[in-house]
């Protein structure tokens, strides 16, 4: 069994990947899915607790099935 908090840090890293494959900004991510920068960075970094619309939300604005946040990928794109 995984430890506390394992799919946080999936779902935060995940969104991260494809936040950076669509070479999107924080900030362009924030104003695309109408969150706070401030809480998407703590997604990001697994430090957040995220509720469905706002993924939802994540997902729409990076064009991705919001089951593609939930998959670990082999590959992550370049910083």
Sequence with gaps: MK?????LKLVGENILYYRK??????EKLSVRSKLN???INRVERGLM???????????????????EFFITHAKKPEE
Excluded: M, Y
Aim: proline letters at 3%; zero cysteines; a positive charge.
């Design 21 to 26: 494959l669509r070479r999107f900004s924080l």
């Design 49 to 67: 607790n995220i509720s469905i619309v706002s993924l939802e939300k994540i997902a729409i604005a990076l064009n991705v099935e919001p089951k």
């Design 37 to 39: 920068i401030d809480f």
């Design 3 to 7: 430890k506390h908090g394992a799919l």
